[in-house]
C-alpha cells in the first residue's frame, strides 16, 4: 500500500469514525427532544414511588437512552421485584405504536452518515463507497458501549440498562455496518461525472 494509499484510507476512517459519533449523538438528541414528555409522564409514577422508599429517582434522559437503544432492537433489561430479571422493549410496547417511528431514526441518521463519508472520500464505485460508508462503526461502536453505561440505573440490586452484548452487535457494529455502508454505496449515485 503506498503512502498516499494510506493517508487516504486514514483520512476516510477518521471521517467515518467523525460521522458515526454524529449519528450517534444526534440520534439520542433526536428521541430525547421528541419523547422526553412522554419518557418523563411514564416516569411519574415509578419515581414517586422511588422517593417513598427513600430511593433516587430515575432521571428522563437516562429512560431516553433506553427508548434510543429500543430504537437500535436493543432491548432493556429491568430488575423484578422477587429478584430476576425482565427485557423490555418500550418502543414494542407503546400503545399503538405511538413511538414506532424512533425506529427510523438510527438507520436514517446513519445513512446520511454514510452517504457524507462516501462524499467526502470522493468515491466512484460501490465497493468503495461501502467501505467508506462502513467506517462509521469506528465512531457509533464506542460512544453504543459506553452508553450502556451512562444509561444505566442502578436500583436495588441490579440495575436497568441496555443488555451490554445485544447494544455491542446490534447497535454498535451491525447497524452502523449496515446503514453507513448502503449510505456510502450510494454516494457513488452522486459522484461527479
Keep these: ?61 437516562k429512560a ?7 430504537a437500535h432492537v436493543v432491548a432493556t433489561q429491568v430488575p423484578t421485584p422477587l429478584g430476576g430479571t425482565q427485557v423490555v422493549n418500550f418502543i414494542a410496547e407503546s400503545d399503538a405504536g405511538s413511538l414506532a417511528a424512533m425506529y427510523l431514526v438510527p438507520p436514517v441518521l446513519l445513512l446520511v452518515a454514510g452517504l457524507l463519508a462516501g462524499r467526502l472520500a470522493g468515491v466512484t464505485e460501490p465497493i468503495e463507497g461501502g467501505r467508506a460508508g462502513g467506517f462509521v462503526v469506528a465512531g457509533y ?22 443488555i451490554l452484548p445485544t447494544a455491542g452487535l446490534l447497535a454498535g457494529i451491525v447497524y452502523p455496518a449496515v446503514f453507513g455502508a448502503i449510505g456510502g454505496a450510494a454516494a457513488t449515485l452522486l459522484a461527479d461525472g
Design 64 to 70: 431516553v437512552g433506553w427508548v434510543f437503544y429500543n
Design 141 to 162: 461502536l464506542p460512544l453504543a458501549l459506553a452508553g450502556v453505561l451512562v444509561f444505566g440505573y442502578s436500583i436495588g440490586d441490579g440495575s436497568i440498562a441496555p
Design 1 to 61: 500500500m503506498s503512502t498516499t494509499d494510506r493517508s487516504n484510507a486514514t483520512r476516510d476512517l477518521a471521517v467515518g469514525a467523525a460521522g458515526g459519533v454524529a449519528a450517534y449523538v444526534l440520534g439520542y438528541l433526536i428521541v430525547f427532544v421528541t419523547q422526553r414528555g412522554r419518557v418523563g409522564e411514564s416516569l411519574r409514577g415509578i419515581n414517586f414511588v422511588a422517593e417513598l422508599i427513600g430511593g433516587d429517582p430515575i432521571p428522563a434522559w
